[in-house]
């Protein structure tokens, strides 16, 4: 069985390919094997923006809030998608909350 970084490893190459289908699927396998895994449904976000599947997007990165809800770049993330599908003060509420987690760890 493949470890963690290398399923993360396959679709991040093939996201940085532009084989956003594949990415999905890749990124899919990776948070079934490991489902804790936030870099695996950051990643997945991701691709679902750049396939302009913006509801998909923004229930992946919801996932990773919840596996951690003081991660700055979730939240950041949830902005981009939220921006992209038009919902700009959801957008704006969620740039607010990274925001406001960035100045919370830098005390």
């Known amino acids: 069985m493949a470890t963690q970084e290398e ?3 396959i679709a991040l190459t093939l996201f940085g390919e532009n084989k956003l289908e594949d990415a999905v699927e890749a990124f899919i ?3 079934e094997t490991y489902p804790d ?3 695996g ?3 997945l976000g991701h691709a679902y ?3 302009s599947q913006y509801d998909e997007a923004i229930e992946a990165v ?3 809030i919840e596996i951690d809800p003081n991660d700055p770049l979730a939240y950041t993330s949830l902005s981009i998608c939220y921006q ?3 919902m700009i003060q959801e957008a704006e509420d969620a740039m607010a909350k990274s925001q406001q987690i960035q100045m919370e760890d830098s005390k």
């Open 7 to 9: 399923l993360y490893d």
């Open 29 to 31: 396998k990776l948070i």
């Open 62 to 64: 919801k996932k990773a």
């Open 84 to 86: 992209r599908k038009g």
């Open 49 to 51: 923006e750049r396939l």
């Open 37 to 39: 895994y936030i870099e």
């Open 41 to 43: 449904y950051l990643g």
